[in-house]
DNA sequence: ATGTACTTTCAATTATTTCTGAAAGTTTTA
DNA sequence: TAAAACTTTCAGAAATAATTGAAAGTACAT
C-alpha cells in the first residue's frame, strides 16, 4: 500500500468512526487530513483533499478549534493562516473527553437534581427515587474517571490497567 | 414536581442524551420510557405516550432488543408482547460497552492493520507509521478497558476508582 | 484611500436520517 | 378454516443535519 492510499484510508475511517460517536464526519476527517499531515494545513488545502467547499472548511475547523483539539498556525512569508493539530493521540483523547464531560455529564447531572425533587412516597414514587439515585451514582463515578483521565498522562493510565486485575 | 412530570422530563433528556452519542432519540427515549415504567409497556403504549407511529415502535424496540438491553416478555391472559428493560444501570452500561466495542473498536483494529502495512522508508512513511502505531496501542488499551468493564460488577469499578490517585 | 488576499457568514440547497402508515405477515382463537 | 388480534416491513414523506457558494467582512500592502 502507497503512503497516499494508506492516509487516504485512514481519513475515510476516521471520518467514519466520528460520525458513530456524533461527531461529524467532515470535522472528523479535517482532523484526520491535519494529524497524517506532516506540515500545516491551509483551507485551501482541506478544501483540495477532501472535496469540500470553503464554507464547509472554515465552520468545521472552527468547530475543531473551540474544542481545542486544532490550533491556528503562521508561516513565514505566508499570509494566510495554517492549522495543526497535536500528534499526541493521549493528549487528544484528554481534550476530547473533556468536551464530552462537560457539553454532556454536566447538563446531566442538573436534570438528575431537577427530577430528584419529585414528590411523593407511594411504591412508584420510591421506585423512580431509586434509579435517579443510581443513575446519579454512576454519572457521578463516570465524572470521576473522566476527571482522573483528564488530568492524568499515558503512563499513569498504563499503570492503573495493569493494576486492574 | 409531580411524578410523571419528573418522569417525562427523564424521558425527554435520555433522548437527547443518546443523541448526542449517536443514538437515535426515539430509541433512546423508550429505553427511557421503560426505565421508568414500573410495569411492562406494549407497543401501544409506546405509541401512546411518545406520541410515535406503530412501525417507528417497532423498529426501535427492536434495535434495543437486538443490543441485549431490552426483552420481551408476557402477561399471563394477554396476548400482545410487553418489553422491559434491566433497572441495573451497571448492566445496562455494561451492554452498552460490549455493543460499541464490538461496533467500533474491531473495525478499528481492522483498518490499523490494513494502513500499518504502507510501503516506503522516508521521513513521511516514518512519521505516519508511527502515528499509526500510537493508535493502535491507544486502540488496544481501550479496548482492554473496555473489557475489563463488561467482566466487571459496579463493586469492582468503585474499587478500581478508589486505588486511583 | 484603494486594491488585494484572505476569512467569515448564512440563506438556500442537498444529503441523510428518521418516521409514518398502510399493507403484508404471523399467531391465536373460535 | 376463517376471522380476529397482533407484529413486522418498507416505500414514501417529513424532519434534521450538513454543505455550498456567493456576498460581506477584515486586514494587510501600496
Not at 494508506?6 to 464526519?25: D, Y
Not at 464554507?55 to 472552527?62: F, I, K, L, P
Not at 423512580?128 to 443513575?135: P, R
Amino acid at each position: 500500500m502507497k503512503l497516499d492510499e494508506a492516509k487516504q484510508h485512514f481519513i475515510q475511517s476516521w471520518g467514519t468512526l466520528g460520525s458513530n460517536w456524533g461527531i461529524n464526519r467532515t470535522m472528523a476527517q479535517i482532523h484526520a487530513l491535519l494529524l497524517v499531515s506532516s506540515e500545516p494545513i491551509s483551507t485551501e488545502d482541506m478544501m483540495e483533499q477532501l472535496q469540500i467547499s470553503r464554507g464547509n472548511a472554515n465552520m468545521n475547523t472552527r468547530t475543531l478549534i473551540e474544542w481545542g483539539i486544532v490550533t491556528k498556525t503562521h508561516i513565514p512569508g505566508e499570509r494566510r493562516e495554517f492549522f495543526v493539530t497535536d500528534k499526541d493521540i493521549w493528549a487528544l483523547a484528554r481534550q476530547i473527553v473533556k468536551q464530552r464531560r462537560q457539553r454532556e455529564i454536566e447538563p446531566m447531572l442538573r436534570v438528575i437534581q431537577e427530577v430528584k425533587n419529585v414528590e411523593g412516597n407511594d411504591k412508584e414514587t420510591k421506585e423512580f427515587k431509586e434509579l435517579i439515585n443510581d443513575i446519579d451514582s454512576f454519572t457521578q463515578k463516570a465524572d470521576d474517571l473522566m476527571d482522573k483521565f483528564i488530568r492524568s498522562d499515558e503512563h499513569w493510565f498504563y499503570r492503573q490497567l495493569l493494576k486492574m486485575v
